[in-house]
């Protein structure tokens, strides 16, 4: 059986600030669902190719760690909860 990896990984960024962390399987449509939630950003960032699913979450909740030792334990402005 195939290892499935249909997931990319992504920032949204305004400026060189980031201000989403996340992961999707369709990165435009996500985009989209971005702008419909009134997300202010200038670049949408897919980081590295499509991995496997389990992959693509830990490298958000890593991701995410690194971002809040370096900002007070404060998320990137549209991430709601720790692991995005």
Excluded: C
């Excluded at 809040?68 to 995005?84: A, F």
Aim: charged fraction near 40%.
């Amino acid at each position: 059986m195939a290892i499935k990896r249909n997931t990319y990984r992504y920032r949204l960024k305004d400026g060189n600030k980031i201000v989403y962390i996340g992961t999707t399987n369709d990165p435009e449509r996500r985009a989209r669902e971005h702008l419909q939630d009134r997300h202010k950003f200038k670049t949408f960032e897919v980081v590295g190719s499509k991995v496997k699913e389990d992959t693509a979450k830990k490298w958000e909740d890593e991701q995410l760690k690194i971002y809040r030792l370096s900002h007070r334990g404060k998320n990137p402005k549209y991430n709601k909860g720790d692991s995005g």
